[in-house]
């Protein structure tokens, strides 16, 4: 049986037969050496690179993107099938009930046609997108309630949450973008 001094040897001479072949041993990827290395001159115009090309970005999306017109658009909005302002102070949580045929009018009172409209419902929380036909100058649009989805997937329950505001988002046929909000007491 062999000593721990013998293991110890043994151990020595292998590594350092080891040492002496790694530099004349062939690297065990060929993918690894061909490779192309990165120069430090390379190294820095790559992250220049990087840092002007987002900047770029933006600054070519913000001079090719469309205006915003905020507070452009003209509409009346108004509720029709919804409970009274009391019935949400006056009727606990759990008793509230649906208003299924609950609605949202919006008639178009500017001069100028809208589409690609996105509406929402309390500051955004729920809100719907309507990509088909134009609403036209003077023209009246009803939107059921619980067609309004918050971004979790949650419908708008007019009996539990109360409609407090209003925005309307709407393309405008010079491409640009017009927008709407009013709140309700």
Known sequence: MATETQIAEQQQRDASAAMADAGSQEPLSTHLANAPGLSRKGLTRLLILMCVVPIATVLILHWSMPAVKPDYLSADCSFVNVPPQNYYAETDLE??????????VIKNTGEES????NIRINSGHYQIYEHGSPLEPGEERRYLLNRFVHRSGAVYQVGINRPDSIEIYA?????SRGTFETEFE
Not at 95 to 104: C, V
Not at 171 to 175: A, C, E, G, V
């Open 95 to 104: 008793d509230r009930i649906e208003f299924p045929n609950a609605e949202l």
């Open 114 to 117: 809208w589409t690609h409209l």
């Open 171 to 175: 393309r405008l046929p010079d491409k």
